[in-house]
């Protein structure tokens, strides 16, 4: 193993395709404290931004997409799409946003050991970023903030870029979410058609009974995966748990055992490393939403 993190990194990306890029890494020897042995990318994660990018004409409304675009119509758009994104925030069933569902009506008979360890292979899929989640409620995911984040153009085109943050995403989640926005956006879908799918509905099927909750079952369209991106995973109260100081998209741990001169320098040393990781992360994420911005416009072309 190459002790030189430069080199090493060097070496990685020699053999990565160009558009998978390794930035920067951190060699953690046996005896160092840096990382807590603890540590867990996946389940100490507590929170994930995604962006999505969207041609602004796949969002004019019938009719509307034939005149050519302007600055005006493309704000226009913007403000709309506000409008729609808001509904997707706090805590809601995802049971359509998935490709698999599971209605709640009717019980379901005794299971084979084959179909219990499919059922078990579909949880595990369904709950790619929650391990820990039950069954009746392994739809629910909570989304803290989805915004339009901005407007970039390519090739005289212009795309809207979505940000979408949530604790944990169930798979095609976002793809399925950015499917039915597009559709409310240019009529092709009902207004009410988010609030709809998004729905567990709760009635009594005669007095004596409680509440009995059912799924409604919603075909939702799936968006194209050429404009999804995993911006960043965010570990803020690992850190704060373990002593490390969030800074820029990395983290750095100040040792138990420094003394404050000594963990001001490491905190410094890191800011300037984060910095430089920072910009070459910008100047990297420009370079594949070029690729981004051509795939997602030919997608769109040929729907």
């Known amino acids: ?19 998978i890029r390794l930035l920067r890494m951190h060699i953690s020897s046996a005896n160092s404290n840096t990382i807590p042995s603890s540590f867990d990318a996946r389940t100490c994660c507590e929170a994930r931004r995604y962006r999505y990018l969207i041609p602004a004409i796949a969002l ?13 119509s493309v704000m226009d758009v913007r403000k709309r799409l506000k409008k729609v994104l808001l509904q997707w925030g706090g805590t809601h069933s995802f049971h359509n946003f998935t490709n698999w569902k599971q209605p709640s009506a009717a019980p379901a008979p005794v299971a084979t050991h084959d179909q219990r360890q499919n ?8 709950n790619e970023d929650d391990g820990n989640a039950k069954e009746p409620t392994s739809h629910f995911r909570h989304i803290l903030r989805c915004h339009v984040e901005d407007v970039i153009q390519h090739n005289h ?7 979408v943050k949530g604790q944990s995403f169930l798979y095609h989640q976002i793809r399925k979410m950015m499917g039915a926005t597009i559709g409310v956006m240019n009529d092709t ?14 009635h009594k099927e005669d007095e004596s009974d409680d509440n009995t909750t059912t799924t409604t079952i919603m075909d939702v369209p799936l968006a194209p995966a050429e404009g999804l991106v995993l911006v960043e995973c965010i570990y803020s109260k690992y850190c704060s748990k373990h002593k490390m100081e ?38 990297f994420h420009e370079e594949v939403y070029e690729q981004i911005c051509r795939d997602q416009a030919l997608k769109f072309s040929l729907l």
């Open 157 to 163: 085109q212009d795309f809207l870029v979505i940000s």
């Open 1 to 19: 193993v190459l002790k030189d993190e430069i080199s090493f990194t060097s070496t990685i990306n020699h053999h990565l395709p160009s558009d």
């Open 119 to 126: 059922h078990q292979q579909k949880q595990q899929i369904l």
């Open 246 to 283: 969030p800074v820029g998209v990395g983290t750095k741990l100040l040792s138990h055992g420094s003394s404050s001169s000594n963990a001001i320098a490491l905190c410094s040393d890191w800011k300037t490393a984060a910095a430089k990781l920072l910009k070459d992360t910008q100047y």
């Open 189 to 202: 879908l009902p207004p009410d058609f988010i609030a709809r799918a998004l729905k567990k509905e709760q």
């Open 60 to 72: 004019f409304r019938r009719g509307d997409e034939r005149n050519e675009p302007t600055t005006e």
